[in-house]
């Protein structure tokens, strides 16, 4: 995604999974990134959070009407003008819809919205380890939203047995299509796998930050077990188009976020490809390679329960072999087809997302 364009993650979940703590949690663990949020009663978010977050408070308050009630994707698209002025600085804005909200109909106006200055960030879906099975019975379309979520989180699994916790995780795995499946506990999960976390000076250094003792756990931790697997990639040989477009589009159920910049050589010298994926949402933006700048492709995908190895070797097979491999630009057909047009800010929709 370019520089300005700022992630919309759609939060969903039936009455009571966890939204609202999960949401706090993120707030909690912000340490300079910037998020604004839309939810659907002000009351449920905590003021601690939202002084330790900074800054904020103003937008969220913006969420005091019921956001799910707005069926016109006009608007959100005002909420959204609002939230991405520059001065606000958002690095990621959530959407939490409401408990009985049909999360598809968040995702489409997000992903119609003409403001230039978001992408989909995805949809993540809270369910209740405990009341799975019960929150099933009442309410079956349940299955169907599990099936469209990027990511599933699997809360409350203090509340579990292992058994339980296992059999809930498999019956989930089994109804997302393709989504990455973690659990966590009181909504602890690790913000990376949501948005790009603004490190702040004192992290790099290897110090505590106050929020990091303040939040820490009880074993001292600050942050939530790393749950997901993160494979990176950085190389000086250009990747073929075709063969990066064959990965990405079989990638592997599990894979959650992808990001970072491709040089496709010869197919297209004078750029490089930003690249932004979540669940099965992909795009990618074209700019002119910076002056001086070294060419280099360089990704990072993170997920759960993918085989890094595998991917790994994927990857290095994408890599143009030699000269008589070298792509041209007849080679980039796949990938233009993931570039946003000029009148259609997110992009055509190919078969098969929300
Ligand atoms: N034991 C346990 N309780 C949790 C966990 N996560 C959330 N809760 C509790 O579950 C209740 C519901 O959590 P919320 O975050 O308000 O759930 P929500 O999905 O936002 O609920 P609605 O706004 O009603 O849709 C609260 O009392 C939380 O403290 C967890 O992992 N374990």
Redesign the pocket.
């Known amino acids: 995604m370019s520089a300005q364009q700022i992630p919309v993650v759609v939060l969903a ?12 949690q993120l707030l909690r663990g912000a340490r300079g990134t910037r998020i604004g949020v839309m939810v ?2 002000f009351g ?1 978010i905590g003021i601690d959070a939202m002084t330790v977050a900074g800054q904020v408070g103003s937008t969220v308050s913006l969420g005091n009407g019921c956001l799910c009630c707005a069926v016109d994707a006009s608007e959100l698209d005002e909420y959204l003008e609002v939230l991405t002025r520059p001065e606000l600085r958002l690095d990621v804005i959530v959407i ?1 819809a ?2 009985l909200a049909e999360p598809q109909e968040l995702v489409r106006m997000v992903l119609a919205s003409e403001n230039r200055r978001v992408v989909y960030g995805g949809l993540v879906e ?1 369910v ?1 380890a405990a009341e799975f099975a019960a929150t099933r019975q009442r309410h079956p379309e349940t299955d169907r939203h599990l099936a469209l979520a990027d990511l599933v989180v699997v ?5 579990v047995s292992e058994d339980e916790l296992r059999a809930v995780r498999e019956t989930v795995a089994g109804l997302a299509d393709r989504a990455a499946v973690i659990e ?4 602890r999960i690790d913000p990376e796998l949501l948005f790009d976390r603004v490190v702040p000076e004192d992290e790099i250094a290897g110090q505590m930050s106050i929020e990091d003792v303040l939040y820490a756990d009880e074993d001292g931790h600050a942050h939530p077990h790393a749950a997901y697997d993160t494979v990176s990639l950085a190389t000086a040989v250009p990747l073929h188009p075709r063969r990066l477009m064959a990965f990405l589009d079989s990638r592997p159920e599990g894979l959650y976020r992808l990001k970072g910049f491709v040089d496709f050589g010869a197919a297209d010298p004078d750029h490089r490809y930003l690249v932004h994926a979540v669940g099965r949402f992909l795009r990618f933006y074209p700019e002119p390679w910076p002056a001086g700048e070294e060419r280099l492709s360089q990704l990072v995908l993170i997920g759960t329960g993918v085989d890094a190895a595998a991917l790994r070797k994927e990857l290095a097979g994408c890599e143009v072999d030699g000269p008589a491999d070298a792509p041209d630009e007849h080679s980039m057909w796949g990938v233009l087809r993931y570039v946003p047009r000029g009148d259609d800010p997110q992009g055509e929709e190919p078969p098969g997302e929300a």
Do not use: I, M, P
């Not at 809360?155 to 509340?159: C, F, G, I, V, W």
């Open positions: 979940g039936f009455l009571g999974a966890g939204k609202t703590t999960l949401l706090n659907n009663d449920d939490e409401s408990g809270v209740d809360n409350k699994a203090d509340r966590a506990t009181h909504g």
